[in-house]
């Protein structure tokens, strides 16, 4: 059963990620916090120390489903071709899905103390090596033609992490056509057999 304290904790975090969005971290004051979570300002800090504390909470969060969405789906296959589709396919989505956090977590990250930060850096390092591993055994096995691994990885994340800036409810696309289309493109840049 989920306590009265944590469904407050919740309400605030879904407060200030509908204020960050909105009007940035820079931009969000408590009282916008507060006002989106239906609250009193003062509960902002009863429940968090900072602002910035509830925006590397929102992160970390963020951070730690996309790592387990990745390994998920690095270990969803023995071939690397199904792999990777597997990655930037559930990679892609969930930025569609998740459009609105999405942009939170990755384009207000540069606002957390520098230990927060370095936390949320250690788990995008995971996901890097994640899908570098999934591109070497791609390369070891002959499935994948790749000229530099790192490059790759960063521009096949960076693609679906761009989703979330562009996506938008109600658009003609859904979140599943564009992650088969992402895949579709990773497949191709990786010179998949």
């Known amino acids: 059963m989920v306590s009265k304290s944590e469904l407050t904790r919740a309400r605030l975090q879904d407060g200030a990620m509908a204020s960050f969005a909105e009007h940035g971290f820079h931009g969000t004051s408590t009282r916008h916090i507060a006002a989106a979570a239906g609250m009193s300002p003062a509960a902002v800090y009863v429940h968090f120390s900072s602002k910035e504390e509830l925006l590397f909470e929102i992160t970390r969060t963020g ?29 892609v ?43 070497e055994d791609g390369i070891a096995d002959g499935e994948f033609t790749v ?4 490059m790759t990885t960063t521009a096949i994340l960076s693609l679906g992490v761009d989703v979330s800036r562009w996506f938008r ?25």
């Open 63 to 91: 951070h730690q489903q996309i790592l387990e969405i990745v390994t998920a789906a690095a270990d969803s296959a023995p071939d690397s071709t199904t792999r990777l589709t597997n990655i930037v396919r559930e990679f």
């Open 93 to 135: 989505i969930y930025h569609a899905q998740h459009h609105i956090s999405s942009r939170v977590v990755n384009y207000e990250l540069t606002r957390l103390d520098p230990e927060h930060l370095a936390e949320i850096v250690a788990i995008r390092v995971q996901i890097d090596r994640t899908l570098t591993g999934v591109l």
């Open 147 to 150: 000229g530099d691994v790192a």
């Open 169 to 193: 409810d109600g658009r003609a696309w859904s979140p599943e056509s564009v992650g088969d289309y992402y895949a579709g493109l990773a497949l191709a840049m990786v010179g998949a057999r």
